[in-house]
């Protein structure tokens, strides 16, 4: 038995000296499945890429590559991770948002597909503006705040978070991406930093703690809390920007299923005018943004 198929083959079935890649592959997909993992082909595939270096595509065409002791050792300890349903972004320690690659963990929220919805309605509504100025509220990993400069490269853009370690993740991602971002500490309930701002733009936590669990373990177990709950959030964000944002600015905001008419009303009780919602790529009401 190698030192990997101790570590990491659970169920009966002992990996061969240097196995091929299409056996080793096989035998992560059913390790995973059977921990209710829905996506255990895909995750086979980018874990043993991760570790061989390669792409999914890549892999297709070197399934007779052996798998030597180091790589399963390697592999031993990303597939025991993901087992015990550890997000596969947080096991692979990095998630590409937009146009970058972005180191992901504990620290913060995942970048998800539906927030780059978001950010393509701010740099929609930037798209005329040369040097607009930009608060992220909430920022998290970094994701929004950093897509937009890189978009968008003569915007300013301010990043704010309570948590300092979301912030040095953040600062970590601003360096890894090359990017001249700002970030800052402050609770949103102290109030947003003072300003003209042309957009504020916020991912705030809008998941109710009554559907806690209903979550999946990979969102419930791991992600942080704080990032996730928060049911005053969305509201303390619309009425600190429509404070901070410049005359004719836009405050765009990030919304839970079924939200987004709760959310409109808000706007518009505020005083917020051209208040619209944006459908992400599945179809749902995920985005509302309104004028100051």
Not at 18 to 37: S, Y
Not at 151 to 158: F, M, N, T
């Amino acid at each position: 038995m190698t030192r990997a198929s101790a570590v990491w083959w659970r169920r009966g079935q002992v990996l061969h000296r240097a196995p091929e890649l299409r056996v080793v592959l096989r035998q992560v997909e059913t390790r995973l499945a059977d921990e209710g993992i829905e996506s255990a082909r895909v995750d086979a595939e980018l874990l043993l890429g991760h570790v061989l270096g390669l792409s999914r595509a890549e892999l297709a065409t070197a399934g007779s590559r052996a798998l030597g002791e180091d790589e399963q050792a390697s592999l031993a300890a990303l597939v025991d991770r993901r087992a015990l349903r550890e997000p596969l972004q947080y096991v692979l320690g990095e998630w590409g948002f937009r146009r970058l690659m972005l180191k992901v963990d504990v620290r913060a929220l995942i970048p998800r597909p539906e927030t780059e919805v978001v950010v393509e309605r701010v740099l929609t509504c930037l798209a005329r503006r040369e040097a607009p100025a930009v608060l992220d509220v909430g920022t998290g990993s970094g994701a929004i705040a950093l897509a937009i400069a890189d978009e968008h490269p003569g915007a300013r853009v301010l990043g704010i978070d309570s948590s300092a370690g979301a912030l040095a993740l953040a600062r970590e991602n601003a360096e890894r991406c090359g990017l001249d971002v700002a970030f800052e500490c402050r609770d949103l309930f102290d109030g947003l930093p003072p300003g003209l701002w042309d957009v504020v733009v916020s991912n705030p936590p809008y998941v109710p703690l009554a559907d806690r669990d209903t979550l999946e373990p990979e969102v419930r177990d791991w992600e942080p809390a704080e990032a996730l709950f928060g049911p005053d959030s969305t509201e303390a964000t619309a009425r600190g920007a429509h404070a901070a944002l410049a005359d004719g600015g836009v405050l765009v905001l990030e919304v839970g299923d079924g939200q987004a008419s709760g959310v409109v009303s808000l706007l518009g009780a505020l005083g917020y005018s051209d208040v619209v919602t944006t459908r992400d790529l599945s179809g749902r009401e995920r985005v509302v943004e309104g004028t100051r």
